[in-house]
């Protein structure tokens, strides 16, 4: 039976915790591709008996790692213990639980405000940012737009959500174990597909297969605006779409860390999300379902922080559609029996603001040509 096995570690003081552990519930990511990114927390619940609170204590560093078969450990999560609740049972307190939540180190930097930090690259900001905070790393490649310079005294969380704003690129956690608070940045012209499985409606060892898809238009999936209001460092600028006119005002606003193409970026959100027919899938599978190799394929998608992959599906009475979509979030519910995993999937066409000329992968200039 395939089946993700999952271990729980406290690093701090090297205690393998696994053997109390009840069920996991650890997300991933953002709810849409206009959501801030603001860190994740994991929700571990533990039985409490005879001394637990002992080994989990408050500001201490968990790790949550995952493997298939007998396939390499990885590490999927870090962070830091923030809140312990006990949910204490009468008589004896044998079935006592303790539940500890645990930030990662985003939402961490969150918490922490520059003071009076200048910033001056207009292409490598975030690798600024990185080497002033010791909340977290972040490894990232040359933006692709210029960005505002100057002294900041803003929440770190925002001013980097502001840079990615601008770029529309993807900010996601290496799951890099020799390096477990760094978080990788990745321009749209590192964007890549996703080659080893795909998804669809049944199991193959190259294929996953969902158990539940919803499907989401409109106003309910983020993806539906028809004027944008971006402001960038100098100036404000308000952009409407054609289809203002058929569906009236939907204002989506952001601020961004843009120094100078403000009013073609609010352009380009008026028009690439003002569609209310295009929809969001959210889709939710279990391990134990699963063929053992995609299973393993899938692992390590997890761990690499996801890319573009291909979905298969049928709406009732209809044809088969295939896309590609970015799981924006993913939320993993584990528990001793199996452990069941939701996707919000975002279609390409919401990443795509420099692909042209291709339904996959077209690019509209000569650098953008990263995408493979």
């Not at 999936?221 to 004027?227: A, I």
């Amino acid at each position: 039976m395939a089946k993700l096995t999952w271990t729980v570690k406290n690093t701090t003081t090297t205690t393998d915790i696994t053997y109390l552990v009840r069920s996991i519930n650890l997300p991933f990511g953002r709810p849409s591709p206009l959501s801030p990114y603001s860190g994740n927390s994991a929700t571990i619940t533990l039985t409490n008996y005879g001394g637990t609170n002992n080994l989990v204590n408050i500001q201490e560093r968990i790790a949550i790692n995952v493997y298939v078969d007998n396939e390499p450990t990885k590490q999927i999560f870090y962070g830091v213990i923030t809140s312990r609740i006990y949910d204490d049972n009468p008589g004896t307190g044998v079935n006592s639980t303790m539940t500890i939540i645990v930030n990662d180190f985003m939402l961490e930097a969150g918490m922490a405000n520059f003071v009076n930090q200048s910033l001056v690259d207009v292409n490598d900001q975030l690798n600024e940012i990185s080497l002033a905070l010791p909340q977290f790393s972040l490894d990232a490649d040359l933006t692709s737009v210029d960005i505002s310079t100057g002294t900041f005294d803003v929440n770190v969380a925002q001013r980097v959500n502001e840079i990615v704003s601008a770029d529309r690129g993807i900010l996601k956690w290496t799951q890099n174990p020799l390096d477990p608070l760094e978080f990788i940045y990745e321009t749209p012209r590192q964007f890549k597909r996703e080659d080893e499985f795909t998804i669809g409606s049944t199991i193959s060892a190259t294929q996953i297969a969902y158990q539940n898809l919803v499907r989401v238009e409109a106003a309910s999936n983020s993806l539906f605006y028809t004027q944008a209001t971006v402001t960038g460092s100098a100036s404000t600028v308000t952009k409407s779409s054609s289809a203002l006119a058929t569906y009236g005002t939907r204002t989506f606003t952001v601020t961004t860390a843009q120094s100078n193409l403000v009013s073609e970026t609010a352009e380009w959100y008026a028009n690439a999300f003002s569609d209310p027919y295009a929809e969001t899938l959210i889709m939710s599978f279990t391990d134990i379902a699963q063929n053992n190799l995609a299973l393993i394929e899938l692992a390590e998608f997890i761990v690499t922080g996801g890319q573009f992959v291909e979905v298969f599906y049928t709406p009732p009475g209809e044809t088969e559609i295939s896309g590609y979509f970015y799981p924006d979030q993913m939320v993993f519910n584990v528990t001793p029996a199996q452990t069941t995993i939701d996707f919000v999937m975002t279609p390409l066409t919401y990443y795509a603001n420099f692909i042209l000329d291709n339904v996959v992968f077209g690019v509209l200039d000569t650098d953008r040509l990263g995408v493979s």
